[in-house]
């Protein structure tokens, strides 16, 4: 990634853990571009057809690449999104995953109404880590954190810490 002046951030966990409302508190406190990924896969077509199974459209990640590229080369974005294995490794200068206590999770996942097949499905990722590791195999294990996202005592402590981050990284990068 050539120089940017305003960091790129991705925040990813399972379903349910929070990651739009911090990502969206974010980017208006900080004055950066949220990325919703599902968002851009489904104003620009980006699927490469459906989980019957789990009740869900299947992401073509090619096509999220070349959409997202020309956006992220210019830096300033908060990305938010359950995955992050198949994004550019360079894309990111630092990488939160949110996790959630599994009674507090179920309990998101009913009220949005998902089958008990694929709320079974979230549990198991968040109870064996799924998406945290492979946050860490993708990417260099120093920008990648951990961060509990139970209440909105957690979420405002979490988007303090974030931006806290943020200004560790603009006075570091300025110049």
Not at 130 to 134: P, Q, V
């Given at each position: ?15 349910g ?100 097949i ?11 880590q ?5 946050a ?6 120093d920008i ?32």
């Open positions: 990634m050539p120089d940017r002046k305003s960091p790129n951030i991705l925040i990813t966990g399972t379903p853990t929070g990651k739009t409302e911090l990502s969206s508190k974010l980017a208006a406190a900080a004055g950066l571009r949220h990325l919703n990924v599902g968002q851009i896969a489904e104003e620009n077509n980006c699927y490469d057809g459906e989980d019957e199974v789990l009740e869900c459209k299947v992401l073509d990640e090619d096509k999220v690449i070349e959409c997202m590229t020309p956006i992220m080369e210019k830096g300033g974005n908060v990305v938010d999104y359950h995955g992050s294995d198949f994004f550019d490794e360079d894309w990111f200068d630092i990488i939160f995953c949110l996790r959630t206590d599994t009674a507090v999770l179920a309990g998101r996942l009913e009220e949005r109404q998902y089958s008990e694929k709320i079974k499905n979230n549990l198991e990722s968040e109870i064996f799924i998406l945290l590791e492979e860490r195999e993708s990417y260099e294990p990648v954190h951990e961060l509990q996202s139970d209440s909105i005592a957690d979420q405002e402590s979490n988007l303090n810490r974030i931006q806290c981050w943020m200004k560790n990284w603009l006075t570091d990068n300025s110049g």
